[in-house]
């Protein structure tokens, strides 16, 4: 056995039993005790993620604000968008999105309506945006005639983890001088789904549910975790995925002297060359770094 397979092994047998998928599967006499731990498994679990090192404003010597797009008909996406159905599955696996929800809905998360973050909002606001009610003829009629509108003249739409489409985030890249190494910082994420007053349209508008300020929504999504297509036993945080930057995303926006104005405001009707100034400008940034040590 070599060094690699030693340390390897050490490494597994140290990992919290809070990363298992179910945990004290093998243990349990019934179903309910499936995921349930011990009073010795919590004592000794300090499983939270992996707080970030204080920046001194002093020590970015440069940074750079970029907003991207994460498409989740990608496969390489897919984690953040299954499972959507939560009604044939067990309670360890939840989409992204769902976990947000639920969040918010309890009140241990806040949102905001854009990614500047100027403005907090309730759950209570987003009702607008995450469903819709139409009356239907029959049912006006009923109004109008002064009875009581029947249940089943009303059609109820509602945003659901299966109508996301993609996550927008914003994040920075700048370069730490006392490191002396270019990182990156998430910032914020919102879902985005078509317009719930139009989804029956042929290409309904995207809108932005809600935004999150990320640092805020850390602890919650180190509690969720992400399934492991290559080991059930060992799966991840969402928050981990996100900090490790596990996903493809496009770049559609950058701050700049325009109003932070987006790439489609300044190449229209071109996907291809909107794809080409995305490029270019990540390619700007990893330049950056090697002109930084360039002498």
């Known amino acids: 056995m070599n060094w690699k ?25 019934k179903p ?9 498994q919590k004592a000794v679990d300090n499983d939270a ?11 970015i010597l440069w940074s750079k604000t970029l907003w991207e797009t994460i498409d989740l008909d990608e496969r390489v996406n897919f984690p953040l968008y299954y499972p ?10 939840r989409s992204l999105y769902h976990v947000l929800v639920k969040s918010i809905k309890n009140g241990d998360l806040e949102v905001y309506t854009d990614s500047y973050f100027t403005e907090k909002r309730k759950f209570s606001d987003l009702s607008a945006s995450l469903q819709s009610v139409d009356t239907l003829e ?9 009875e009581q509108l029947s249940e089943e003249f009303v059609t109820r739409r509602e945003i659901d983890a299966s109508l996301i489409e993609e996550y927008r985030i914003k994040g920075m890249w700048y370069f730490d001088k006392r490191m002396g190494e270019l990182k990156y910082r ?8 078509p317009d719930v007053n139009f989804l029956d349209d042929e290409n309904p508008d995207k809108v932005e549910l809600f935004w999150v300020w990320y640092p805020d929504a850390r602890g919650i999504l180190h509690e969720a975790k992400v399934f492991n297509q290559q080991n059930s036993a060992q799966p991840i945080s969402f928050d981990m995925l996100l900090n ?9 926006k950058e701050d700049n002297v ?8 300044y190449i229209a009707d071109n996907a291809l060359f909107q794809l080409l100034e995305a490029k270019r400008i990540k390619e700007a940034i990893r330049d950056r770094e090697q002109d930084m040590w360039a002498y």
């Open 84 to 93: 959507t159905d939560t009604m044939g599955i067990g309670k360890d696996r």
């Open 258 to 265: 325009y109003g932070d104005r987006e790439v489609k405001d």
């Open 244 to 252: 490790a930057r596990r996903f493809n995303a496009v770049i559609y």
């Open 5 to 29: 397979n030693v340390l390897f092994i050490g490494a597994v047998s140290l990992l919290p039993a809070s990363m298992m998928a179910q945990a004290n599967i093998l243990n349990a006499k």
């Open 49 to 59: 993620p992996l707080e970030y090192a204080y920046v001194d404003d002093r020590d």
């Open 138 to 146: 029959f049912g006006i009629e009923q109004l109008n005639a002064g």
């Open 32 to 40: 309910e005790e499936i995921g349930v731990r011990t009073e010795a």
């Open 186 to 193: 998430l910032l914020g994420i919102a879902p985005v789904a």
